[in-house]
């Protein structure tokens, strides 16, 4: 997107949800903006390196860029064993890092550290590989670096550059070409009854419905880069799919639904998405989250 960034994040888990701060963004139409009972804080995410083959590489920030998808299962990557919780830094955190990163998983800047975004992508590889998801990487999670399962098509037959939504696992898995190009940790609609007060085209209103990601087929639509103002709230890099649905960043994104109806995703995941997610790419959902 030709932004430049400095991040600052502070990570922390409180329910289940990442949340991010202290972050800044500068652009060429830099604006104000607030999240819906959120106190407003700057977005986030990392500038985007462009690898040789010319498609967008996993956010470096000043660290490394690894393009996503390039590893496999067969790669023999040996795991350091290390256990390591939420904050730690070192050599054993870059090698989580670079490992999540080749496996198309998005760890933020490959720098040693467990910060927010690399909890997101520790989140979504525990549950493709069917591993209760949790901040701490021990035993379990390591062997399954060493032998990582693929994520589970939803769609036997489906084109070959499709974006799947496993509102089960609360996993989002984009395809490119047929192959796996980008693994997200996301929150979909709570499935809660909602009713909230909005100043909405310069009226005080109303608002009520069911915080729902209603399952089928779709393709992406139209889209907005930064920050778009809706009545529920500000959705970050939003990309349309069905109707006002869309994929968008968010400042919490916690392991269970917790959205109006969109799709969370992670800050930085959502500053890339757009360069790899084109219009008219179908859009699959399937699933339903149970708690």
């Not at 329910?15 to 604006?31: E, I």
């Not at 467990?114 to 062997?143: E, H, M």
């Not at 395809?175 to 009713?195: D, F, M, N, Q, R």
Request: aromatic share 8%; charged share 15%.
């Amino acid at each position: 997107m030709g932004v430049g960034r400095r991040l600052r994040t502070a990570a922390l888990t409180t329910a289940g949800a990442v949340l991010f701060s202290s972050v800044s963004v500068s652009s060429a139409s830099s604006a104000s903006w607030a999240v819906a009972a959120t106190a407003p804080a700057a977005a986030s995410a990392a500038a985007v390196t462009t690898a040789t083959s010319g498609s967008p590489a996993v956010p470096g920030f000043a660290g490394t860029a690894v393009t996503p998808g390039t590893a496999s299962a067969g790669s023999g990557f040996a795991a350091p064993g290390k256990t390591l919780k939420l904050g730690a830094k070192g050599a054993a955190v870059k090698t989580l890092q670079s490992r999540l990163a080749a496996l198309g998983y998005m760890p933020g800047r490959i720098d040693g550290r467990y910060g927010g975004a690399t909890l997101a992508a520790v989140w979504a590889f525990q549950k493709v590989n069917g591993i209760r998801p949790t901040s701490t990487v021990a035993r379990r999670t390591w062997t399954a670096l060493e032998a990582p399962r693929a994520p589970r098509v939803l769609v036997t037959r489906g084109k070959p550059t499709r974006v799947e939504v496993d509102l089960t696992k609360q996993v989002m898995v984009l395809y490119v070409g047929g192959a796996v190009k980008l693994i997200s940790h996301i929150s979909s609609g709570s499935g809660i009854a909602y009713c909230e007060t909005a100043t909405w085209q310069g009226r005080t209103q109303r608002f009520c419905g069911n915080a729902r990601t209603p399952t089928g087929d779709y393709k992406t639509t139209w889209r907005r880069d930064g920050w778009h103002v809706s009545y529920l709230g500000q959705l970050y890099n939003p990309i349309f799919f069905n109707g006002g649905i869309a994929f968008h960043g968010a400042l919490s994104v916690p392991l269970a639904p917790a959205s109006h109806g969109c799709v969370r995703l992670p800050m930085h995941v959502a500053e890339v998405l757009p360069g790899l997610l084109g219009t008219g790419v179908p859009v699959h959902v399937r699933g339903r989250f149970v708690r």
